[in-house]
C-alpha cells in the first residue's frame, strides 16, 4: 500500500485520533476513506475485535463506499494515529486509478484468504449431517452471488447493524 501513501501525501489532509477514539462506527452511512498514515486501529464487527491494524497505508470504508451503504465494522484508534482523509470516495477512485487498482487488489486478497478458509472448514466438516455440512452450499451460493443478491445478514442475524 506504499504506492496509496505516496499518492496521498501532499493531496490530502490528515486528522489525527487519540488512542481509544473511533473514526468509524458499523451500522452508520459510508461517506470518507481513510487511509492510515501511522498508528495502529482495531477492527471490530459489533462486540467482536477481528483484527488489529498498524500497516502504514491500509484503508478503512472501502466495503461501505463501494457498496454504497453503511459501515460494516467499528474502526477504532487502539493507539495515536494519522490518517489521510478522503472526503469525495467515488471521485477520488475515479481520478486516481493506481489507488483505485491497489483497493481492488486489497479486496481481491481478502476474497481469496476467505474463500479458501471456508473450502478448508468445508474439507473438514462435509461428512457432518447437522449445520457445518451446509458449507458448501455456503460457498456455492457466495461464488455465483450477483450484485442484487447482496444482502447484508443471514438467517440467524438477519440486521447485522443492529447490536
Given at each position: 500500500?506504499?504506492?496509496?501513501?505516496?499518492?496521498?501525501r501532499d493531496r490530502l489532509p490528515e486528522r489525527a485520533f487519540a488512542s481509544g477514539e473511533t473514526i468509524m462506527t458499523e451500522g452508520t452511512p459510508a461517506?470518507?476513506?481513510?487511509?492510515?498514515?501511522?498508528?495502529?486501529?482495531?477492527?471490530?464487527?459489533?462486540?467482536?475485535?477481528?483484527?488489529?491494524?498498524?500497516?502504514?497505508?491500509?484503508?478503512?470504508?472501502?466495503?461501505?463506499?463501494?457498496l454504497e451503504g453503511t459501515h460494516t465494522a467499528t474502526v477504532r484508534a487502539s493507539e495515536p494515529s494519522r490518517f489521510y482523509v478522503i472526503e469525495d470516495?467515488?471521485?477520488?477512485?475515479?481520478?486516481?486509478?493506481?489507488?483505485?487498482?491497489?483497493?481492488?487488489?486489497?479486496?481481491?486478497?481478502?476474497?481469496?484468504?476467505?474463500?479458501?478458509?471456508?473450502?478448508?472448514?468445508?474439507?473438514?466438516?462435509?461428512?457432518?449431517?447437522?449445520?457445518?455440512?451446509?458449507?458448501?452450499?455456503?460457498?456455492?451460493?457466495?461464488?455465483?452471488?450477483?450484485?442484487?443478491?447482496?444482502?447484508?445478514?443471514?438467517?440467524?442475524?438477519?440486521?447485522?447493524?443492529?447490536?
Amino acid at each position: 500500500m506504499r504506492e496509496v501513501l505516496q499518492y496521498c501525501r501532499d493531496r490530502l489532509p490528515e486528522r489525527a485520533f487519540a488512542s481509544g477514539e473511533t473514526i468509524m462506527t458499523e451500522g452508520t452511512p459510508a461517506g470518507l476513506l481513510f487511509v492510515l498514515v501511522e498508528g495502529a486501529v482495531e477492527v471490530l464487527k459489533g462486540d467482536f475485535h477481528v483484527t488489529t491494524v498498524t500497516e502504514p497505508g491500509a484503508i478503512f470504508g472501502e466495503i461501505s463506499v463501494l457498496l454504497e451503504g453503511t459501515h460494516t465494522a467499528t474502526v477504532r484508534a487502539s493507539e495515536p494515529s494519522r490518517f489521510y482523509v478522503i472526503e469525495d470516495p467515488n471521485a477520488f477512485l475515479r481520478s486516481a486509478p493506481d489507488v483505485a487498482l491497489a483497493v481492488a487488489r486489497l479486496l481481491a486478497k481478502r476474497l481469496a484468504a476467505m474463500m479458501t478458509y471456508l473450502v478448508d472448514l468445508k474439507k473438514q466438516f462435509e461428512e457432518h449431517d447437522d449445520h457445518f455440512g451446509m458449507l458448501d452450499e455456503v460457498l456455492e451460493a457466495l461464488a455465483h452471488a450477483q450484485p442484487e443478491d447482496h444482502k447484508p445478514g443471514s438467517d440467524r442475524d438477519p440486521d447485522p447493524t443492529v447490536y
